[in-house]
């Protein structure tokens, strides 16, 4: 069995409140042990056993648990650059959308693509998240509004995850906008995903989820469609009140949703909906940036007791983000997110968003995922540090499951 010890570690975040101090649970000059797959040992270096088939110095660094990205749609083909430049110049993105571009350019351009074009470039931008220490990656579809096309780009992300080295949830989203052909007939859409879609992509996803929104779905398909993922086995997720406030999130609370992403625009019902639940709130600061639109109810996100992770919504169109440090600090800055709950954020609540609580915390006998980060030259190996500054941090390691990428 391959052994991997890392040590002098400067500090270990390890996301478990009862291993160190704080909630983050901080070591000081600790050292972590892996034997195959799993976390074998973890304490202070100067107990740690020495023989190990890969020895790291984690001198002058952080380490914490591998990333997840909790919410991407990492799985496209063909280029919005055109319609960035004209939100640029002030077009609305819902009516860039209504007329046929946004998220329908893209389902264009990913119906020609072939499923094997699609896992060169999904695996090109997971392998991005990886070199950024995300370990976790969730993927949607969407970019198919067909059974086949659906199933197509499921299928395409498992390959692209497995290519870039990641875990991976999968889900399902037929319920992304409602296709070109169908503009005529909504509802017979709906009851496509419902009655062909659903029952062809199931197999292939581990959740389902639906965009609610102005110009998007309807509260009232949002929950027949969940409903029905349900039916196959599917946890709910569902992009709710980013647009406006819809009622969506309450409404998926109350299906006890894993989670509800953006939020931009919730209201006080919608939160204490949420936090009743246990719903994961999962922010998306790259497109709230992108979108220039105002920050979530925060403070009183995190007053209700609601979890919130952070993801990069990885995009096309509205988050072309490969890189959750900067989101992080968007969601410091432009959010007012404190720090810890930054890094809650990018991992042990964004495990929960995907079902996965044994990721997103270092403890002995889980997962051995692990990223080891550098703080910029002349900072402290500390939380602020990792969060505060953009693109001067450096990620020193990987580990997935014990195996080093």
Known sequence: MRCTLVHDIDLLLTMDPEAGEGRLGALRDAAIRFEGDRVAWI????????????????????????????????????SRADEFERRLAGEDYTAILKAGGGILSTVRATRAASEDELVALGAARLSRLAARGVTAVEVKSGYGLTPQGERKLLVAARRAAEAAGLRLSRTF?????????????????????????LPLCAPEADAIDVYVDDGAFTVAEGEAILRAGQRHGLAARIHAEQVAATGAARMAAGLGARSADHLERIDPAGIDALAAAGTVGVLLPG???????????????????????????????????????VCATLAAVSMRLPVEDVLLGLTRHGAAAIGRDDLGVVQVGGPADLALVAPPPGEPASAAALVQTVGLTAVRGVWVGGARR
């Open 43 to 78: 304490g202070p270096t100067a107990a740690a056993e020495r023989g190990a088939d890969e020895v790291v110095s984690g001198r002058g660094c952080v380490a914490l648990p591998g990333l997840v990205d909790c919410h991407t749609h990492a799985v496209w083909a063909g």
């Open 173 to 197: 989203l037929g319920a992304h906008t409602v296709p070109a052909e169908w503009r005529h007939d909504r509802a017979a859409y709906v009851a496509q995903v419902i009655e062909e879609q």
């Open 287 to 325: 497109a709230m940036t992108y979108l220039r639109d105002p920050a979530p109810p925060v403070g009183a996100l995190r007053e209700a007791g609601v979890r919130l992770a952070v993801a990069t919504d990885l995009n096309p169109g509205t988050s072309p983000v490969a890189d959750p440090w």
